[in-house]
């Protein structure tokens, strides 16, 4: 599990290194490009992946609540017990089934987005108002139709809230996934801890932080960007 | 299934180590959840009852949802050292922000007309707050407050790798306690978490005055 050498390279540390300071700042950028890069692509890769898959799976799944009600139990509660199992053992509780693998860790990741997707995008389909489903149907459009061009559009401020959450936690829990793979941010946070290297681990979590935040950013504006006509405060 | 039926023999056959890390797991979650009811739930309910500061109350808790808890207990590890107060740490600052927000929102958004009348009574802003602002707040109130407490108790695993103690340390060392001994502790969370969601849930009934029906919560009032 540990990259690297397991006996620390000792060589060339400055003052500050030996010592153990709170922060080293040569040492962070001489292993910038080494470790901290790749590591921060491989996390937007890891998210980027798992939100999708997620979204695709809670978006299927909360059109089929939508048209059929019976659907909803069954599926909020399998998403849910999914929700409360602790990242930490998930990600061990599969690696008898599917291996130290990436795959592992994006099936975890997968099941930790479903429960909000599915929730906020269920709730944004019903957030249309019957009146404007009604007048919908009084123009003639199909359900199909009346899907696509009224409940889809007014469903889109809970949807994109929906994948704010989700992308932030997946960002938060994908640093736990380094626990069984070197892949991530988290490689550094756990190669850090166990070697108790106080600038490895502030920048690693420095970084995840800074990552979750600027994504938390970014969807809020694109929440703006595809709804002007509403704030999508209410579901955030 | 048979290593569901291990993880059930391994409590049967360790049952003070259970019985231990379920105690260090519920102090340590009960600490923190703790302290973030005393810090969020005074300013929730203030800034909710002086309609201001939502800018504040939101964007803390949309900031606060964002951090990652791993991150957060490793950078707390830096400056605090390996221990309790640093996980707890960490673990108030993912809890404050789901009871602020819902605080702040459920008290914000009581009927304009029942303070108004509540006024027209003679009360004054605490008499406001106790018997008027409160009670129509609670469904809302405690979801957040709900919500934080199964967040934490949840988290509260990842302590295991900061010497925070609790049932993490069997989830994290599988080495020494097998995969049934894995299975157990997290499932053993799992049930952790309903029930202290439960007991909550429980609180809030009775909390609740007669001929105030419970509002169904928020969507998407969950945690990051």
Redesign the interface.
């Known amino acids: 599990m540990a990259e690297g050498p397991i006996i620390p390279e000792f060589e060339r540390g400055s003052d500050c290194v030996r010592e153990n300071r709170l922060f080293c700042a040569d040492w962070a950028r001489d292993h910038w490009d080494d470790m901290f890069a790749p590591a921060l692509v491989e996390h937007v890769q890891l998210t980027l992946i798992a939100v999708g898959i997620g979204f695709a799976i809670s978006f299927l799944c909360a059109l089929a609540a939508y048209r059929l009600r019976a659907l909803e139990p069954p599926i909020a509660a399998a998403s849910a017990f999914f929700y409360t199992i602790p990242s930490l053992a998930l990600f061990q509780l599969l690696v008898p089934i599917t291996g130290l693998s990436l795959l592992t860790v994006e099936i975890a990741l997968v099941s930790y987005t479903l429960l909000i997707l599915f929730r906020n995008t269920l709730a944004g389909l019903r957030a249309a108002p019957p009146e404007v489903r009604e007048a919908a149907r009084g123009m003639g459009l199909t359900p199909w139709q009346s899907l696509v061009r009224v409940e889809l559009p007014l469903a889109l401020p809970a949807i994109v809230a929906g994948l704010r959450v989700a992308t932030v936690s997946t960002i938060a829990i994908a640093t736990v996934a380094a626990f069984l793979i070197p892949e991530g941010l988290g490689a550094p946070i756990f190669s850090g801890l166990r070697e108790y290297f106080k600038t490895k681990i502030l920048v690693a979590g420095g970084l995840a932080v800074a990552l979750a935040l600027l994504a938390d950013a970014l969807l809020l504006l694109l929440g703006r960007a595809v709804t002007p006509w509403s704030r999508s405060r209410r579901f955030a | 299934m048979s ?1 569901f039926l291990d993880a059930l023999r391994f409590v049967g056959d360790n049952p003070d180590l259970m019985w231990e890390k379920t105690v260090e797991h519920l102090a340590l979650s009960g600490v923190s959840i703790g302290i973030a009811l005393l810090v969020a739930l005074p300013l929730g309910i203030g800034l909710g009852h002086l309609h201001r500061g939502s800018w504040i109350a ?1 964007s803390l808790a ?2 606060g ?8 207990i ?2 707390g ?3 605090l050292g390996i221990g309790f107060a640093n996980v707890a740490v960490a673990l108030v600052v993912l809890a404050v922000p789901p009871i602020l927000t819902n605080a702040y929102v459920a008290v914000d958004e009581v009927d304009p007309d029942a303070v108004e009348a509540a006024r027209g009574m003679g009360m004054g802003a605490t008499q406001v707050i106790a018997r008027v602002e409160l009670p129509l707040a609670l469904p809302l109130l405690f979801a957040g407050v709900r919500t934080a407490a ?1 967040y934490v108790v ?2 509260a ?2 302590a ?3 010497g925070g103690g609790g049932l ?1 340390d069997i ?2 060392n ?1 080495a020494s306690y097998r ?1 049934e001994g ?2 157990a ?3 053993w ?2 049930v952790l ?2 029930a202290v969601d439960a007991a909550l849930g429980l609180l809030q009934r009775v909390l609740t005055p007669h001929g105030l029906r419970p509002r169904r919560p ?3 009032s ?3």
């Open positions: 290593v939101i949309n900031v949802r964002a951090l990652p808890s791993l991150a957060l490793a950078i590890i830096a400056f199964v949840a988290t695993t990842l295991g790798i900061a993490g989830i994290v599988q995969l894995v299975i502790a997290a499932l969370v799992s978490a309903f928020v969507a998407g969950l945690p990051g």
